[in-house]
């Protein structure tokens, strides 16, 4: 009997404590991770897609809640797999050869005014040449009639508005890569980023946001080569301005 004493509150925790694990709540179900295409395939000769795609993806992907894929094949804009991502990185540039045509812009544009998110990476400002549309989905674009950039080389990118989202806590830094001078439109837009260009002491927008419909879209011109890719305050504008083109908090 001394010993069943004994034994009796210990059998009473051990079938307590059962009990409150069999009601305690599960852990919660982690949340599934956003899509986001980067769309590449045709750019500038200049301009090393193969290289720079993969890399662009390897940086965005760091942000584990987004979930990353190369799409080559410009003609995959007119796909109505296109909606099933939640943001799309535009690494393209139709340099001397027809955009995809009708079907692709109408897809486009209706993908970002129907609520997804689009990045523009560095000369895909220039796509689109003759689409009107593009100049308010782009919010700037490449004008051949202005001076194209300053020569490569380094220079300090500011950051000018420390509360949006993309760029609060980022600080200023310096990059090599090419100035762009080239942008023209007249599209509301919000300047994150800014340089001072050597050639003519003007400052140019490096980095900026606007809405189109129910979209946003992030748009930053660095990010020539994998050199420029390398420096860590494009890549975490790249990242951020991703995030929060896909409706994440960056």
Sequence with gaps: MKNLIVIAPV???????????????????????????????????????????????????????????????????????????QAMVLHYMNWQKPDPGEAARRNLQQFVAGGKGLVLVHFACGAFQGWDEFRKIAGRVWDPRLRGHDPHGKFTVRIIDSEHPVTAGLKDFETVDELYTCLAGDAPIRILASATSKVDRKDYPMAFVLNYGRGRIFHCVLGHDPAALGAEGVQALYRRGTAWAAGLEP
């Design 11 to 85: 059998l009473l925790m051990l079938i307590a404590a059962a009990s409150a694990a069999d009601v305690a709540p599960a852990t919660a179900p982690t949340a599934p991770r956003v899509r986001v295409l980067i769309l590449t395939g045709l750019e500038y000769p200049g301009h090393k897609w193969q290289q720079t795609a993969p890399l662009l993806a390897e940086i965005i992907g760091k942000d584990r809640r987004m979930e990353v894929a190369v799409q080559e094949d410009p003609a995959y804009l007119a796909s109505p797999q296109l909606h099933e991502y």
